[in-house]
């Protein structure tokens, strides 16, 4: 499993603090946004060649920490 933490930064000096792949100024919404629209792993990688598998999976598991605790309270019909 992909340690986000070792991929993904969040630096109120870059991009007022939204989360980032490390060392890049592409923020992690961004790629998951391009992933959900469909683009693949590969077209990410020729699009944003300063990144990585690991980086993207890592984009990933920072979305599902972040929700993971959430609590869904739906409205009865």
């Known amino acids: 499993m992909i340690d986000w933490t070792l991929h993904i930064e969040s630096d109120p000096e870059k991009l007022f603090g939204k989360p980032v792949i490390m060392n890049t100024r592409i923020p992690v919404d961004l790629i998951l ?40 309270i739906s409205k009865a019909s």
């Open 33 to 72: 946004e391009k992933l959900a629209v469909g683009d693949t792993i590969d077209d990410l990688i020729d699009a944003y060649p300063s990144i990585t598998k690991d980086d993207i999976g890592a984009c990933l598991m920072f979305a599902a920490d972040s929700i993971k605790n959430e609590i869904i």
